[in-house]
Nanobody, 116 residues
Framework: VQLAESGGGLVQAGGSLGLSCVAS????????MGWYRQRPGKQRELVAS???????NYGDSVKGRFTIARDNAKNTVYLQMNSLKPDDTAVYYC???????????WGQGTQVTVSS
């Protein structure tokens, strides 16, 4: 399984970014997929997930601002991030989610930096 995240960058607070995660070696529509982030000095955390049935779930800190979506034809998972805050600064990763556990293979992630 290979996961390739992209779309990060530098944005001002209140701005928006859209992240993409292209998967190979697996079919994203068959799994619950999650977006995770690792903020400086903190552990990696799950921020959003989408099930094979397209049910979505969000962490409290991003609810109402982030939207996770999936394009089965492109085998890609997206994360649209709006109303960004400096506290959203992190490296963002995607991965599968099984129960409470992510998959073992991680991509390189994509850096999101939100300036105040």
């Amino acid at each position: 399984v290979q996961l390739a995240e992209s779309g990060g960058g530098l944005v001002q607070a209140g701005g928006s970014l859209g992240l993409s995660c292209v998967a190979s070696g697996t079919i994203v529509s068959r799994h619950t997929m999650g977006w995770y982030r690792q903020r400086p000095g903190k552990q990696r955390e799950l921020v959003a997930s989408i099930t094979s049935g397209s049910s979505t779930n969000y962490g409290d800190s991003v609810k109402g601002r982030f939207t996770i979506a999936r394009d089965n034809a492109k085998n890609t998972v997206y994360l649209q991030m709006n109303s960004l805050k400096p506290d959203d600064t992190a490296v963002y990763y995607c991965n599968t989610l099984s129960g409470n556990y992510p998959g073992t293979n991680w991509g390189q992630g994509t850096q999101v930096t939100v300036s105040s």
